[in-house]
């Protein structure tokens, strides 16, 4: 798949901090949230006012806000992957090849969803989030999701360099927040686990995988939800010219799919 260009991605944040909608200040992902369990996306071609198809969204699909759609008041312009027609058990997706607009109505965005709280580990390694939108749900029985951090081996795998030197795959697969060279005390996602009663699961190695220089701060990262079968994870990791945004949606207690690219400080 073809990266999205890093002036495309500029330019939807660059959107983002001057739209009306100010409460999504971290992120311009935005889920389905229409109580009929989907939502139609506009489909044009040159002229926007020109319907070449209508896209059905279900429930807890991601979107990349973009912008208002033009002469509407109603609508806003999206991004999205394009997905399989046989879906998978788990997808990563790192371009956003679909556009179109959405009704306002039928959608909102990660910010303003009720949020998990965040905590740490005793030992500092993990991040621990954790939903307590219901105090009647005693302690143990609220669902958790918890991000595990520990040093990187991955300067024992195998590396393949660019023609510029730049590292473009460890163990056969792209990394994230990483350049020419592995910088000394190098992280990564070591793994994410999520605990709901009655049901859980650990992330599968494909969600995790060269998730390099996570972040540790509660100000990139949060967990929220539609409701306990939704789930949205996201981190803002790596730093200058390596930072990337990753953002996962677990479904059912499982992780289903990952968006992630990389947007430069």
Not at 28 to 39: D, H, I, L, N, T
Request: with cysteine.
């Amino acid at each position: 798949m073809k990266f999205i260009n890093k002036v495309t991605y500029l330019s939807i944040f660059s959107l983002f901090s001057v739209c009306l909608l100010k409460a999504q200040n971290k992120i311009p992902f935005g889920v389905v949230k229409a109580e009929e369990g989907y939502a139609m996306v506009r489909v044009h071609k040159e002229d926007y006012r020109k319907i070449v198809d209508k896209i059905r969204m279900k429930k807890g699909d991601v979107f990349v806000y973009v912008k208002p759609a033009p002469g509407e008041t109603d609508w806003i312009w999206i991004k999205y992957p394009e997905k399989d027609e046989i879906p998978k058990p788990f997808v990563r997706y790192d371009s956003l090849t679909k556009e179109g607009m959405v009704n306002k109505d039928r959608i909102t965005f990660i910010d303003q969803l009720p949020k998990f709280t965040p905590s740490k580990s005793k030992n500092g390694r993990s991040l621990i989030f954790t939903d307590d939108t219901n105090p009647k749900i005693p302690n143990n029985e609220r669902t958790k999701v918890i991000i595990d951090v520990y040093p990187s081996s991955a300067k024992f795998k195998k590396q393949e360099k660019d023609s510029e030197g730049n590292i473009i795959k460890i163990d056969k697969q792209k990394p994230w927040g990483i350049g020419k060279e592995l910088p000394e005390g190098l992280t990564e996602v070591k793994s994410i686990r999520v605990q709901q009663p009655g049901r859980g699961s650990v992330f599968v190695r494909e969600a995790i995988k060269n998730m390099f220089e996570p972040t540790m701060d509660f100000d990139k990262a949060g967990v929220s939800s539609i409701d306990k079968d939704h789930i949205f994870l996201y981190m803002i990791n790596g730093s200058g010219e390596n930072r990337y945004t990753t953002f996962w949606t677990i479904k059912e207690g499982k992780v289903i799919s990952q968006i992630v690219y990389h947007n430069p400080e």
